[in-house]
């Protein structure tokens, strides 16, 4: 049996090695991070007295990389505290040491293959026996950094190219060499997908594997086509981005972010390794050539050096501006950037509204310069994809897979081509003399038309296969995978409307899924949950809230309360919130458990559906946090009955307690709108308990909350009490608390608004004025949030909080 893998040693502290430390970290795995010792003073280092043999002055460079990683925004950690799982040394002082007690020594150096071998030899030497070693070069052969080596070292040897950054960029390439042992390959992949949260593309060992290969000729083709035609920065940008399912970042904006001397070297790298690549011409095409060479030789690399493709004005009125690069000026040599205009076509404008698919459809058909520069680099790209399987991937799956979990696509290429349809894209590609891979044909002429189908209730992709004519169906994802889609077509729905679903998992378990904008809860969720409710009384052996895609949910739907607010309409809002509050405590009171699975954004009510559920499994890249105060009201849904029930009361059974930090603590969190940046800050900040659980693979969030409401069940599940359970502080502390909001309103930090705002919250949380502290029921708390929640609603600069956050998208400060 292969050891586990609990010590790795990273070699290589720049940006790259020093995040993966860092998200080992994240996986609770301590490594040692190395790097070279520095072979001269610096100026601060002389001046100290300090000599080369120093401690301080031999770690200096691991330290740096070590630093910038801790300090980085966005964070490559999920809490601070983290850090401590990461030893720092030297290739000289701390090499043999740290090699030889690691489980996985992984290699991030310079890119070029003779620093890459020579560390290879030294690694042979020093490793145990059971280590496995790899290389995360983005580009190089592996077998080329391996060569050299002894047979046992090649065995145990293989790729790993994680994307950078690797806490948030789902992507791990491994590519394993002829040599490489396929248990090994299996153990890896094994260990990325259920520890370090990856999503696993096994690579071919081929020059830039598959996401780098795909990216350089998308990148290289449509800048060639852009500049030819006379398109602009900007509206490259508008139809790669967003539109198409594709990240903000798009194109220009993506060059700037990797660095254009980094897109450059990548592509002209590229070149000379794929001699037998049909299209490698489109990596040297001379306008997109000339543009990248005027930007390298000008220093203009992108956001590393505040100027790239886009150059940031301050306009007249103070306000930044993005200026785009005169893409035809600079193919002929001149710099210039030009002024935003926000481009318009009424094709986009018309399908911009529709399910990804149909807008692909109607975007790629439409007869205006937004179709054409759509259907050249799709079908191009499209194209190129068929023809790099299997050279560079096995399957079509695997290129998907690498340009979703890489790149922050929706969908893959071939999942775009199904969705144009595979035989009428494929004549009209060919019409205009683009060619296919002959697969292609073979899987239509087989009578298969699209490259994905449902097979038994499974989801599967073809795959040719090199030695027949003929290809298979593979089954896309594993066991532990669970998908909103697979469950639809399986299971079917059991109830719908257009705010929520309620699907069967299997094994009579249910699962919630909200789709509104947003995932905004509103009233018409409410009557979906109430149909869930029904049925955990009955037959359904537990519940999963959760859904896929977007966030988890943004919190409640603000439009209706200001609606509400805004005529006066009081009883209906008493009836929205009340309706609110009892969803939850219903599923809270039901006789089956109830599991939330948030991720990304859990914001106030639904940061209250997950505190409201018997358990918590988050997904680690969970944003929860109840920020209601930025609209002017405060929690509603039992949020702060929730967050005194978890962090005040547990502490209160014990004699001689001082409840005031507890208060405190959660006081200035929902006050001041704290928003976690990781489950694991959403753990310390009180949102989850102890019996919470937190999922590193989002791929697996749904699968494990159904494993975890199944565990539950068999455990002999019992709905917990919500009789005199929650601490009610009373009037002592809240004359603490209304000191604390007096002199935040004296000192000028808080206004007359918030201070109402403040006033109300540390009135719930203290339970009201009660003249001793006492135990309360959780709906004494939830008739208080109510009350206040009203109150609130009821002035006029709440009202224009809540209308300036639906206009602005951010708090308005009044």
């Keep these: 049996m292969a050891k586990s893998i609990s010590h790795v040693t990273v070699i290589g502290a720049g940006t790259m090695g020093a995040a993966i430390a860092g998200h080992l970290a994240n996986a609770g795995i301590r490594s040692h991070l190395l790097d070279i010792v520095p072979s001269e003073l610096t100026a601060d280092e002389s001046a100290a007295g300090l000599t080369l043999d120093s401690p301080a002055v031999r770690n200096r460079i691991v330290s740096q990389g070590f630093e910038r990683m801790v300090k980085s925004k966005p964070a490559n950690l999920f809490s601070k505290e983290q850090a401590a799982l990461i030893s720092l040394g030297n290739l000289e002082d701390d090499f043999a040491a740290a090699v030889g007690q ?96 990856k999503g696993v593309v096994i690579c071919k060992d081929t020059p830039n594997f598959v996401g780098n290969r795909m990216f350089s000729f998308i990148q290289s083709d449509v800048m060639e086509y852009a500049i030819k035609n006379g398109y602009t920065v900007e509206e490259v940008d508008a139809l790669t981005g967003p539109i198409i399912g594709r990240p903000k970042t798009a194109t220009f904006r993506l060059n700037d972010v990797v660095g254009v001397d980094v897109a450059g070297l990548v ?121 790099r399987v299997p050279e560079i991937a096995d ?109 069967d998992m299997g094994d009579g378990v249910l699962l919630l899924e909200f789709h509104t904008k947003m995932n905004a809860l509103d009233t018409a969720i409410g009557e979906i949950a109430n149909a869930a409710i029904e049925r955990l009384h009955g037959s359904a052996t537990g519940l999963v809230i959760g859904n896929q895609g977007g966030n988890f949910s943004a919190g409640a739907n603000i439009f209706m309360i200001g609606m509400l607010a805004q005529s006066g309409q009081w009883e209906q809002l008493d009836a929205a919130i009340h309706g609110l509050q009892q969803m939850i405590l219903q599923m809270r009171l039901a006789p089956k458990p109830v599991v939330a699975a948030p991720y990304q954004l859990a914001l106030g009510g639904g940061a209250e559906i997950s505190m409201g559920a018997d358990r918590i499994v988050a997904h680690a890249e969970t944003y929860m946090g109840l920020v209601e105060v930025g609209v002017g009201v405060i929690p509603g849904g039992g949020g702060c009955k929730e967050m005194v029930r978890r962090n005040v009361s547990p502490h209160m059974h014990a004699a001689n307690v001082n409840p005031s930090p507890y208060l405190q603590k959660i006081f200035e969190q929902i006050g001041f709108a704290k928003v976690s940046t990781s489950a694991v800050e959403a753990q310390q900040m009180g949102f989850f308990a102890d019996t919470d659980r937190i999922v590193m693979n989002y791929d697996y969030l749904l699968g494990e909350a159904k494993a975890e409401v199944l565990r539950m069940g068999a455990n002999g599940y019992t709905a917990p009490s919500v009789k005199g359970n929650v601490y009610a502080a009373g009037r002592d502390q809240l004359a603490n608390l209304r000191i604390g909001i007096y002199s935040l309103k004296e000192g000028g930090y808080i206004s007359e608004h918030d201070a109402i705002i403040a006033e109300q919250l540390a009135t719930v949380l203290c339970g009201g004025e009660l003249s001793q502290p006492a135990w309360m029921d959780e709906q004494y708390f939830l008739d208080l949030e109510r009350e206040a929640f009203k109150t609130l609603c009821g002035y006029q600069k709440t009202q224009e909080r809540i209308w300036g956050m639906l206009q602005s998208g951010k708090p308005l400060r009044n």
């Design 102 to 197: 690691s489980d996985w020594i992984v290699e991030v150096i310079v890119e070029r293959p003779g620093p890459k071998q020579a560390l290879m030899e030294r690694i042979e030497a020093a490793a145990p026996t059971h280590a496995i070693i790899s290389t995360n070069t983005s580009g190089i052969p592996v077998h080329i950094i391996s060569q050299g080596r002894g047979a046992a070292f090649k065995k145990r040897f293989l790729g790993t190219h994680f994307f950078n950054p690797p806490r948030y960029l789902h992507l791990l390439e491994i590519i394993p060499t002829p040599d490489t042992d396929p248990a090994i390959v299996a153990q890896m992949k094994a260990f990325a997908e259920n520890r370090l949260g």
């Design 395 to 503: 399957s079509p799956g695997e290129i998907d897979n690498a340009m979703k979990w890489g790149f922050g696509w929706e969908m893959g290429p071939f999942e775009m081509w199904d969705a144009l349809g595979v035989q009428d894209a494929l004549d009209r590609m060919e019409g205009e003399g683009v060619a296919a891979a002959g697969w292609v044909h073979e899987m239509l002429a087989s009578g298969r038309e699209t490259f994905y189908t449902y097979e038994n209730g499974q989801r599967t992709v073809y795959t040719p296969s090199p030695s027949t004519d003929s290809g298979h169906s593979q089954p896309v994802g594993d066991a532990q995978s669970v998908s909103v889609a697979d469950i639809r077509r399986g299971r079917g729905v059991l109830a719908e409307n257009d705010a929520a679903s309620l699907l």
């Design 267 to 387: 592509g002209d790298n590229l070149y000379g390794l794929i001699p037998d690549d049909e299209d490698r011409e489109v990596l040297r095409g001379p306008n997109g050539s000339a543009v990248m060479k005027l930007l390298i030789e000008n220093k203009l690399l992108g956001s590393k050096t505040g100027q790239g493709f886009y150059k940031t004005i301050i306009g007249e009125k103070g306000r930044k501006e993005f200026w785009g690069l005169d893409l035809q000026a600079a193919a002929s040599g001149t710099i210039d950037y030009v002024a935003p205009v926000k481009p318009r076509w009424a094709s986009v404008g018309d399908a911009k509204e529709e399910e990804l698919a149909e807008r692909l459809r109607r975007l790629t058909d439409a007869d205006d310069e937004a179709g054409d520069l759509l259907w050249h680099t799709l079908s191009r790209t499209l194209a190129y994809a068929s023809k």
